[in-house]
């Protein structure tokens, strides 16, 4: 129990100090980094979702709870993204990313009903160009982090089948930075800085059904959720012949929507040796289209309203995973992963720098004490990213043309500490 408390106090700390994630693992913003355990697989879990982690996966599997469980973990991401073109080449600096995820679930009346609660950061993007390279007008630096809590029941109604249901609170904190061009002859680039949050509700829900010992589907849907976000523009440095002062600040207000989120997934098991499992998933992304960004106070650079045009498409994903029992107390994990991407090449631009990937996983389960009641999921994994040129019309008006070659690779280590009361 010491061991719990001292992870507990690390994962508190990750959660108020470094909740800040980068959209490098799945589709357009997401970062399924929800548990090591899964994780290690691919992600692919609905079908099975054993664990406390099934909050973030299918909540119908926790009515397999025979015990009260809580799960602490975090994932620690490591992208490199380079760019190639017009005679530039340039890294962005992106260091590595904590995205954290804490559970708590139990049985309430043995194996027909249970609840849960998970906290997970499962959307976000933090980076940063060179603040006189290629993208200065664009973007230079940015950050966004997407918490969500998600409080779940599951009813068992028939001893082969589950249903669950979720409620999620969505909390939105993001930056966004980049130079103003030189107006006048003479004179020096000036600053954007554009700080917002705000909040949404949305909801899960998910079927469990165990077709017989050795075969199972599941289904997941999580709905659409539209966060309203308030803010403030901050400019700076600003020719005063055209803008009339130096500076200028602006409240602000927009919305932008989480996608739905469809999964289905196939598992097979054998007894409790080892198990396979397919998922497949698809994403509501053209959700995300125009934002509409409306100042309170309208500026002669930037007029009253800022459109931040976007016309993402649908994606689907592909998850195969498995795990086996090398020892009672050792499970060996592995799987692989592919990702379409949603950001099509006419609004490309580098703060979500992305092509289709594809991903491998492996990892381990260890536990130890008595009933191996307390365990550890490790899970490592590395996506590849298919090649993106792009040749756009982004940034074109400003000046700094982000057309060119993208490169990128990230590498993920993820890790739960688990105890079982």
């Known amino acids: 129990m010491k061991q719990f408390a001292v992870i507990s106090v690390f994962i508190l700390l990750c959660f108020c100090k470094a909740t800040n994630a980068v959209a490098q693992i799945a ?6 980094v929800f548990s090591a355990l899964a994780l290690a697989q691919g992600n692919a879990f609905v079908a099975r979702a054993n664990d406390a982690s099934a909050i973030s996966f299918n909540p119908a599997g926790l009515t397999q709870l025979e015990r009260p469980q809580v799960s602490l973990g975090a994932g620690f991401v490591l992208p490199s993204v380079e760019y190639h073109g017009n005679g530039i080449s340039e890294d962005m600096d992106t260091g590595i990313n904590t995205i954290p995820n804490l559970y708590f679930a139990s049985p309430i009346i043995g194996n027909k009903l249970a609840a849960g609660l998970g906290i997970t950061v499962p959307y976000g993007l933090k980076g940063k160009w060179d603040e006189n390279g290629f993208s200065r007008f664009v973007i230079t630096d940015f950050d966004l982090s997407i918490i969500n809590i998600n409080p779940t029941i ?20 993001s930056n966004q930075e980049s130079r103003i061009p030189s107006f006048v002859s ?10 917002m ?3 949404a509700y949305g909801y899960n829900a998910g079927v469990l059904c165990n077709i017989t010992p050795q075969h199972s589907i599941g289904i997941s849907f999580r709905s659409k959720a539209d966060i309203d976000f308030d803010g403030k523009l901050k400019l700076s440095g600003l020719p005063r012949a055209i803008a009339g002062s130096d500076r200028f600040a602006s409240d602000t207000n927009t919305t932008a929507t989480i996608p739905e989120m469809l999964s289905f997934g196939y598992a097979y098991k054998q007894g409790n040796l080892w198990s396979i499992e397919a998922d497949f998933q698809w994403t509501n992304w053209s959700r995300f289209d125009v934002l509409e960004i409306d100042l309170e106070s309208p500026n002669p650079l930037v007029g009253a309203e800022v459109n931040d045009v976007r016309e993402w498409h649908d994606t689907f994903g592909f998850a195969l995973g498995g795990e086996y029992k090398l020892y009672e107390a050792v499970k060996l994990r592995g799987g692989y992963t ?19 990937r594809h991903a491998l996983f492996t990892g381990l389960g260890y ?11 490790l899970a490592y994994g590395v996506v590849f990213y298919e090649n993106r040129n792009v040749n756009n019309t982004v940034g074109d008006a400003l000046g700094t043309p982000i057309d060119g070659h993208y490169d ?12 079982r009361f």
Do not use: M
């Open 27 to 32: 589709s357009g913003l997401h970062n399924p």
């Open 154 to 173: 599951t009813f068992q109604p028939f001893p082969f089948v589950s249903i669950g249901a979720g409620f999620d609170y969505y909390y939105a904190d």
């Open 186 to 195: 003479g004179t020096p680039e000036g600053f954007r800085d554009l700080e």
């Open 197 to 199: 949050h705000g909040d």
């Open 338 to 356: 592919f990702h379409e991407s949603p950001v099509p090449g006419e609004t490309f631009e580098p703060s979500v720098p992305q092509s289709s």
């Open 367 to 377: 536990g130890w004490g008595k009933s191996l009641n307390t365990w550890i999921d």
């Open 408 to 419: 990128s690779i990230t590498h993920i280590f993820a890790l739960n500490f688990n105890y």
